[in-house]
């Protein structure tokens, strides 16, 4: 169960909920979910991909915090490294 920005609340089935789960969106993140119809089959597929906001903070945190954490220099002061 995945509560939306607008209040409502979305149901989905076990593999399309792993499918996010492994995506490690959180929450406030953007991220688009479609169901796909195949031929002859009724249940068709689902895609998930994230926005691309929201790829772009996914990809700025960690190298951000790596750099920190290793030594780097913050807007503040040195980075820290504790051992």
């Keep these: 169960m995945y509560s939306l920005q607008d209040g409502r609340l979305l149901f989905l089935d076990k593999d399309v909920a792993h499918s996010i789960t492994m995506m490690d969106i959180k929450p ?13 089959n009724h249940t068709g597929h ?30 503040g002061g040195q ?4 051992v």
Excluded: M
């Design 28 to 40: 406030g993140e953007k991220f688009y979910i479609c169901k796909r119809p195949a031929n002859g």
């Design 79 to 82: 980075g820290q490294r504790d």
């Design 46 to 75: 689902w895609d998930v991909w994230l926005a691309p906001e929201t790829e772009k903070l996914q990809a700025w945190f960690p190298a951000k915090w790596a750099f920190f954490e290793f030594g780097g220099s913050h807007p």
